[in-house]
């Protein structure tokens, strides 16, 4: 990949696009396409992100819930300790956890790899510290 209009173009052959603008689509990732019994979902919003007006990256995010609702302290120790792509940010009134690749010479996995992960830790950390699945 080498453009946001090829990451699009492959997100919306591959992925459940619930919203879409410009430099954002929003998705449902399905986790029953890795195990047909898990009929879990989770929200995941891809953002277009241009560093110095020349270099185009995506940033991969998942709410999980509202920063008013945890323990933030406890939160980030959970993350610090058991994730390996992604970090946790407040974006709004939103806990979320992100993750950003550069497009320029993208190969596809190394973006399935990174959302499945953060998409996987994000229904779980949900789970853990917000009680349900809401997002």
């Known amino acids: ?23 954002e689509i929003r998705i449902l990732f399905n986790f029953e396409q890795f ?3 898990d009929e879990r ?12 007006k020349l270099h185009e990256w995506v940033q991969i995010a998942s709410p999980i819930g509202l920063a008013k609702k945890v323990d933030l302290l ?3 120790a959970e993350v610090g300790n058991s994730t ?13 956890l992100r993750h950003s690749l550069p497009l320029t010479n993208l190969d596809i996995h190394e973006f399935t790899e990174p959302l499945a992960l ?4 994000a229904d779980r950390l ?3 510290f917000f009680g ?3 997002y």
């Open 126 to 128: 949900e789970e853990t």
């Open 132 to 134: 349900g699945d809401d």
């Open 84 to 96: 390996i792509a992604c970090g946790a940010a407040i974006m709004g009134d939103h806990v979320v």
């Open 118 to 121: 953060l998409a996987g830790t």
């Open 35 to 37: 195990d047909e019994d």
């Open 1 to 23: 990949m080498a453009t946001w209009g090829d990451l699009a173009a492959y997100v919306h052959e591959t992925y459940d696009v619930i919203s879409e603008n410009e430099d």
């Open 74 to 76: 406890a939160f980030l």
């Open 41 to 52: 979902t989770q929200v995941v919003i891809l953002v277009r992100e241009v560093l110095d």
